[in-house]
């Protein structure tokens, strides 16, 4: 099973919406990251967060993590149809070089 | 900027084909990573190196060997490729401890 699932596994908004993604995983975590994958590309790192912190923010990203239910957030405020694209949590719990993605979130922005 | 590139971006091979993907560094990155990607079933980790010569085997490693035999290039091998090999396969590099992962552009695998 994937130590991140994201959900929605997709959703679809009006461009100037916010977008709000989900991710849950399994173990104690040293941090959480969120990535960014245009279709058919690598993935791109947007935000990382610790695991003694709490919420963190880059430009339109706010980002929390509650350790406790073992759960993080993605929100984007203001989307733009450029937001469209594939987003993923990955957490890192072990061995510093061994992250764990998960499966995704969808996201269309339609302008 | 870090570069990771990956050899191809499309790739189609025969069933029992040996099969070499190649990935290069340009940052002087320790850490490099091979990821298969799945519709459904996110990334999932193959095998990754830490330093040159050294390998690490992930979460699905069977059918695949790597080698890393200079710093800036990491290969993934299919030994005898399978058509349940046909995937998007993704590079990636990352410096000593720090977390953040770079990544090519990726390669898609069709195995006929």
């Known amino acids: 099973s994937q130590q991140g699932e994201e959900d929605p596994q997709a959703l679809s908004i009006q461009e100037g919406e916010n977008a709000t993604m989900n991710c849950s995983y399994k173990?104690?975590?040293?941090?959480l990251q969120w990535y960014r994958q245009n279709s058919g590309r690598g993935l791109v790192h947007l935000i990382l967060?610790?695991?003694?912190?709490r919420e963190k923010h880059s430009g339109r990203l706010r980002v929390t993590l509650d350790t406790s239910k073992k759960s993080s957030s993605l929100l984007i405020t203001a989307s733009r149809a450029a937001d469209t694209a594939s987003y993923f949590c990955?957490?890192?719990?072990?061995?510093?070089?061994?992250?764990?993605f998960g499966t995704g979130t969808k996201l269309q922005v339609i302008p | 900027d870090v570069k990771v590139t990956q050899s191809s971006r499309y790739l189609v091979k025969r069933t029992g084909e040996k099969v070499f993907l190649e990935c290069v560094q340009d940052?002087?990155?320790?850490?490099m990573f091979w990821y298969r990607q799945d519709p459904g079933l996110g990334l999932r980790l193959i095998y990754f190196?830490?330093?040159?010569?050294?390998?690490e085997k992930g979460d699905i490693p069977e059918g695949y060997s790597v080698s890393r035999e200079k710093k800036e290039r990491f290969s993934l091998i299919l030994e005898s490729a399978s058509t349940n090999q046909t995937s998007m396969y993704l590079c990636?590099?990352?410096?000593?401890?720090?977390?953040?992962?770079?990544f090519g552009q990726g390669t898609r695998l069709t195995v006929v």
């Open positions: 190196s830490y330093d040159v010569k050294m390998k």
């Open positions: 990636a590099s990352s410096l000593g401890r720090e977390p953040e992962a770079f």
């Open positions: 940052m002087d990155h320790e850490n």
């Open positions: 173990t104690s975590i040293n941090n």
């Open positions: 990955a957490s890192n719990s072990g061995g510093y070089q061994k992250v764990t």
């Open positions: 967060i610790r695991s003694n912190e």
